[in-house]
Nanobody, 123 residues
Framework: QVQLVESGGGSVQAGDSLRLSCAAS????????MGWFRRAPGREREFVGV???????RYADSVRGRFTISRDNTKNAVYLQMNSLKPEDTAVYLC?????????????????WGQGTQVTVSS
């Protein structure tokens, strides 16, 4: 039974930075792509980014250049560094892992999901 637990969310001001963490347990995910989605009130779940095992990454246009995903396979963890935060980044951020198929923007393609951590950015 794989579990993903996010942490690091909070309330910040526009322009601030925040680093989210996602710790996996149950089995090693070092051979799997890991990434992040977010869900804002009244909006569809949105792809944020993914990091494949070979080091290739992909990001949503809305966060590219501001957000960076990294991972530490020795800790079975993935991270989301968020810089220059904007009020529109306010959402629950969810960690995902084990992507099946070539479309990382498809949430149904991930086998494992975390419960999420809230990020609130005020102007």
């Amino acid at each position: 039974q794989v579990q993903l637990v996010e942490s690091g969310g909070g309330s910040v001001q526009a322009g601030d930075s925040l680093r989210l963490s996602c710790a996996a347990s149950g089995r090693s995910l070092s051979g799997n792509a890991m990434g992040w989605f977010r869900r804002a009130p009244g909006r569809e779940r949105e792809f944020v980014g993914v990091l494949w095992t070979g080091g290739i990454s992909r990001y949503a246009d809305s966060v590219r250049g501001r957000f960076t995903i990294s991972r530490d396979n020795t800790k079975n963890a993935v991270y989301l560094q968020m810089n220059s935060l904007k009020p529109e980044d306010t959402a629950v951020y969810l960690c995902v892992a084990a992507l099946s198929g070539p479309v990382p923007e498809d949430g149904t393609a991930y086998r494992y999901w975390g419960q999420g951590t809230q990020v609130t950015v005020s102007s």
